[in-house]
């Protein structure tokens, strides 16, 4: 009798593909599973198991198919793409898309590159930082100050980072900067607020994404990302608080 639906394999495939996109650009991990597992019962696996942490996935089926694991490198924020396979997720359930066309479109979710030009990135964590200086009860005078040390911080990070592929030291030299830039500004008297200033600039390098994922998947009960994702956070708050530390104790 000719089968129902596609094959098990081809369907772990797709649901792999999925999950491995939406981890890889800051998606939640009961929101990986969820989607993982509503792709495989839309395809005729009702019964499905999968482990998502931060850094890898497997997945299995209830029959004598094997588990496969794919392993999670690189992660970024990116939150089109996840709305993107989310959409092929419902379509794939409401029976629209088949497995082939599914694949076939998360195959294109995933080459294509949705993120803004480095140069409008780098004009909105300038206005991102003067304006969260304001909101921080900062004075007016400080908003150039703050918009050009906020620009070249996040200019720094991104170019670092190519660089120096440990993401911890490309903010805490970020940070650097910011910090000696902040001091040079109040050093010159264009600037009058230091604190004001330097939290502002360093505002687009807080990992908020992050801290909110960690506390979400502790919330759903996912205690390994849940615990990895608030030390990934950790981590890059104390680079972040290092960097102008650093700063503060050779030029204060």
Known sequence: MENKFPQTFEVIEL???????????????????????R???????????????????????????????????????????????????????SGEYSQKEAFEKLKQIENANYTFPIYQQVIAASVASACFMLMFLGEWSNFIPALITGGIGFTSFIYLH???????????????????????????????QL??????????????L??????????AGHLVSGLSKGAEAFLTAFAIGAGIAVVFAFMS
């Open 162 to 192: 190519r660089v120096v592929q440990i993401r911890f030291f490309s903010e805490f030299l970020a940070s650097l900067i910011i910090g000696v830039l902040s001091t040079v500004f109040i050093t010159i008297g264009i600037g009058t």
């Open 210 to 219: 992050l801290i909110t994922n960690a506390v979400r998947d502790l919330m």
């Open 15 to 37: 649901c792999l593909l999925a999950g491995k996109i939406m981890l890889q650009c800051g998606a939640e991990t009961y929101r990986v599973e969820d989607t993982m597992t």
């Open 39 to 93: 792709i495989a019962a839309a395809l005729g696996i009702p019964h499905s198991h999968s482990y998502v942490t931060p850094t890898g996935i497997v997945f299995s089926t209830n029959g004598t198919e094997p588990a496969k694991l794919i392993r999670i490198s690189e992660r970024t924020t990116d939150l089109y793409k996840v709305s993107l396979v989310n959409g092929v997720s419902r379509k794939v359930s």
């Open 195 to 208: 604190d004001k200033i330097i939290i502002g600039s360093v505002m687009p390098l807080v990992p908020g």
